[in-house]
């Protein structure tokens, strides 16, 4: 039924700062859609970004998100960069399970405190 993820959506404090993090740090494309919400692009999946209370039907809280992207990068080049950009390693490099097997990983947050996890398969 389903075949892959559309889009999540983080709450954040600060639209323009999430954005231009996940642009500097993970390199994904910024969009605007819809009377002028953000997002941020990479291959065929999106983020977008609301404020609390933007939208009643989401009761999600700033800072509660928990995500795992997948790199096509070496986890020593993903390190290096996230050096580079001054994002601060909380967790990693660690073996964890993906949704396909065994991943290695690591793990920081965003502005918001969000749990970012980018991750390599074998």
């Given at each position: 039924?389903?075949?892959?993820?559309?889009?999540?959506?983080?709450?954040?404090?600060?639209?323009?700062?999430?954005?231009?993090?996940?642009?500097?740090?993970?390199?994904?494309?910024?969009?605007?859609?819809?009377?002028?919400?953000?997002?941020?692009?990479?291959?065929?999946?999106?983020?977008?970004?609301?404020?609390?209370?933007?939208?009643?039907?989401?009761?999600?809280?700033?800072?509660?998100?928990?995500?795992?992207?997948?790199?096509?990068?070496?986890?020593?080049?993903?390190?290096?960069?996230?050096?580079?950009?001054?994002?601060?390693?909380?967790?990693?490099?660690?073996?964890?399970?993906?949704?396909?097997?065994?991943?290695?990983?690591v793990y920081f947050?965003?502005?918001?405190?969000?749990?970012?996890?980018?991750?390599?398969?074998?």
């Amino acid at each position: 039924m389903i075949s892959r993820f559309d889009h999540i959506v983080l709450t954040v404090a600060d639209i323009e700062r999430s954005v231009e993090f996940y642009q500097r740090v993970l390199m994904m494309e910024p969009v605007t859609f819809a009377n002028g919400r953000r997002a941020v692009r990479f291959g065929q999946q999106k983020i977008n970004f609301q404020r609390l209370g933007q939208e009643p039907r989401n009761l999600a809280r700033v800072g509660s998100g928990d995500l795992c992207l997948i790199t096509d990068w070496s986890l020593e080049q993903v390190i290096k960069h996230l050096e580079l950009q001054q994002v601060e390693i909380v967790e990693g490099p660690v073996t964890k399970s993906g949704a396909l097997g065994a991943i290695t990983s690591v793990y920081f947050s965003d502005p918001d405190l969000n749990l970012v996890e980018v991750s390599v398969y074998p």
